[in-house]
């Protein structure tokens, strides 16, 4: 036999060992305005940039070359200089009661999760906004993980779009049939911590001439960083949940460190300024259910003054248990006293049922299901985030 094939095959994949670095521009991610400005510095008329929006986020294409309304030579410049990049599935897994989810990687090799989320009216992408959180909410499984990083805007809105291949909804679907309607912010991270990056991504998610979301549809959870609540309000207006988790400060301060930098009144006060916030539109309280912490009729009664003459609701959320979690989750028949008790003053509190549980549907666990941190520098970092005044001062 002779060996000439073999040393063909051997030094052609040595050769292809290491594919340069891909440094063309990508087109996800990019602001109107800034997909504008890019195609008129590659010397193309300003609709070009319209047509390539549509393209992008209304027919979902990956290849430069698919975008056939665009002359060949307007492609193939486009193609030299620009990609249409998605992050890389690493895994995907569907639980019994349909909920779906991703291990997503960027380029450089961080990973985050998205889950889609099954509504009775369709269902929502849970999108993640950091790698790992500043964060160190006690009961979060996201809050034990180091900050590592945000994400720019194009991974935030790139983990939608990897959702919508997944279930083949491109073009974006316009006979309100599509399975993902409804995008919550709700992944790892505080957002609003990434506030330009989830802005911009957000804007491109709401674009009626591209995946066109209306911001009725779109809702931002986060623990309570006040001033940008306020910004979030004047510059999106999309829906609002808190995480509030606690009736008192004495409390707050204790389950979420952000709350000594942000306190109760503070944060009330940013709720009841929140543009549009009506009966029709009202702000969610996420609500952990914690056994004996703050689970009692009394804290129920106490929520109930706090939150007196915001338009809101409530989402009781049974724990969901990690290893090592510092705290058990409420019993069944206590959440239901909880909600009903909430439910007879007048407020919608529905118990949010658990999802995925038989894939670690719970923030940040898929993640960190291979990236566990050692206990002991978990224990240190817990202890220094009760200590640190404003959770958030080491972005
Ligand atoms: N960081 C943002 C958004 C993501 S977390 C925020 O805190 O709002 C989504 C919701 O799940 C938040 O209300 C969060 O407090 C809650 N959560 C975090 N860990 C949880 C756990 N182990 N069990 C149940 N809910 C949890
Ligand atoms: Fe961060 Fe939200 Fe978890 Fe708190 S609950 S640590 S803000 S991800």
């Known amino acids: 036999m002779s060996l000439a094939p073999f040393f063909t095959f051997f030094s052609l994949g040595a050769m292809t060992q290491i594919p340069p670095p891909d440094e063309r521009q990508d087109l996800i991610g990019l602001s109107r305005e800034q997909l504008g400005a890019l195609m008129l510095s590659l010397g193309e008329k300003p609709f070009r940039a319209k047509q390539v929006w549509h393209w992008l986020y209304h027919r979902g294409v990956t290849d430069i070359q698919a975008m056939t309304t665009l002359s060949r030579p307007c492609r193939d410049k486009l193609a030299q200089h620009c990609t249409i990049r998605r992050p890389e599935i690493v895994r995907e897994v569907t639980s019994s009661d349909r909920s779906r989810k991703w291990l997503l990687r960027f380029a450089d090799g ?3 999760e ?6 009775e009216d369709r269902g929502a992408a849970c999108l993640s906004t950091q790698v790992g959180c500043t964060l160190t909410c006690r009961f979060c499984h996201t809050g034990t993980q180091m900050l590592v990083r945000n994400l720019s805007t194009a991974e935030i809105i790139g983990q939608f779009m990897a959702a919508r291949d997944s279930y083949g909804e491109w073009p974006t679907p316009t006979d309100d049939t ?16 990434n506030y330009d990056n989830l802005a911009t991504a957000l804007k491109i998610a709401m674009d009626p001439e591209g995946i066109a979301m209306s911001r009725r549809r779109i809702t931002v959870s986060t623990s309570g960083v006040v001033p940008l609540i306020r910004r979030l309000g004047a510059e999106l207006a999309v829906n609002l949940a808190i995480s509030l ?6 409390l707050r301060d204790h389950l979420m460190p952000i709350n000594r930098k942000y306190p109760l009144a503070e944060l009330m006060q940013a709720c009841r300024e929140y543009p549009g916030a009506s009966n029709a539109r009202r702000i969610t309280f ?25 338009p809101c609701k409530f989402n009781l959320i049974p724990l969901n248990p990690w290893p ?5 989750g409420s019993d069944d028949a206590t959440i239901e006293r909880f909600a009903a008790f909430l439910n007879d003053a007048g407020y919608s509190a529905p118990v949010r049922t658990s999802r995925g549980q038989d894939i670690l549907a719970a923030c940040g666990q898929l993640r960190s299901a291979s990236q566990r941190e050692p206990l002991s520098r978990l224990k240190a970092r817990i202890a220094a985030g009760i200590e640190e005044e404003a959770g958030h001062r080491r972005l």
């Open 286 to 310: 996420q609500y952990v259910m914690l056994k004996g912490i703050n689970d009692s009729p009394a804290d129920a009664r106490a929520l109930l003054g706090l939150v007196r003459g915001i």
């Open 324 to 328: 090592g979690a510092p705290f058990e």
């Open 110 to 112: 961080q990973e985050v």
């Open 114 to 119: 998205t889950v889609y989320i099954p509504e």
């Open 245 to 250: 988790h606690a009736p008192s400060d004495e």
């Open 178 to 193: 599509r399975l993902l309607s409804n995008i919550v912010v709700m992944g790892m991270g505080e957002p609003l911590f």
